[in-house]
C-alpha cells in the first residue's frame, strides 16, 4: 500500500514521493549502489542521485504487471551503479600503502565484464556482438553496417529490439 501512494505521490510530482522513497528504500538502494559500484565508493552520493533522479523522470515507466516497485528501482539502482563503473573505472587511482592492499584493477575490470555479459545475455550472438561494438567499443553504424553487409536502418531496428529484451529481462 505504502509503495503504491509513493508512486502516486511522485507521478503528482510531490516531493513527499520522494521523501518515503528514500525512508522506505534509502538503505536498500544505497546497498545495491555499494555492492555493484565496488570499489568506486567515492561516486555512491553522486549515483544515488542519479538514480533517484532516473526513479522521478521515468515513474510513468513502472508496470506493476510486469514487476514490483522495489524490484524496478532496485534493476534501476543496479545499471545505474553499473553506468558509473563503466565510466569512472578507467580514472581508478589508488594509492598504494605498505599497510594497505589495493584492489587489482583487472579484477574490477573482469567483474565489470561479468555484469555486461549478464545484461546482454538475454540477446542473440548477432545482437551481442552488435552491443558491444556500438555500445561499448564505440564504433559507428555505419561501420558496422558495412562489415556486415547492412544497412543502418535494420542496425537501428535490432538495437532497438535489443534495449526492449534487456529492458523486459530487467524487470522480470
Not at 500500500?1 to 518515503?20: A, F, P, S, T, V
Not at 567483474?111 to 538475454?122: A, D, H, Q, R, Y
Request: with cysteine; charged share 30%.
Amino acid at each position: 500500500m505504502k509503495d503504491k501512494l509513493i508512486i502516486k505521490y511522485i507521478k503528482k510530482c510531490n516531493q513527499r514521493g520522494m521523501e518515503m522513497l528514500i525512508d522506505t528504500y534509502g538503505g536498500l538502494l544505497a546497498s545495491v549502489i555499494r555492492t555493484h559500484l565496488n570499489p568506486l565508493i567515492d561516486y555512491e552520493e553522486e549515483c544515488i542521485s542519479d538514480v533517484l533522479f532516473l526513479i522521478w523522470e521515468n515513474i510513468d515507466g513502472f508496470n506493476s504487471k510486469e514487476s514490483t516497485f522495489k524490484n524496478w528501482i532496485c534493476a534501476i539502482a543496479k545499471y545505474k551503479a553499473i553506468d558509473y563503473k563503466r565510466k569512472y573505472i578507467s580514472k581508478i587511482n589508488l594509492e598504494i600503502d605498505s599497510n594497505t592492499s589495493y584492489i587489482d584493477i583487472n579484477l574490477a575490470r573482469l567483474e565489470l565484464e561479468e555484469e555486461i555479459n549478464e545484461i546482454l545475455n538475454c540477446l542473440n550472438d548477432k545482437d551481442k556482438e552488435l552491443f558491444i561494438r556500438y555500445y561499448l567499443n564505440g564504433y559507428k553504424l555505419e561501420e558496422i553496417a558495412k562489415d556486415t553487409n547492412t544497412n543502418v536502418t535494420n542496425l537501428h531496428s535490432r538495437l532497438s529490439r535489443g534495449r526492449k529484451k534487456i529492458r523486459k529481462s530487467i524487470l522480470k
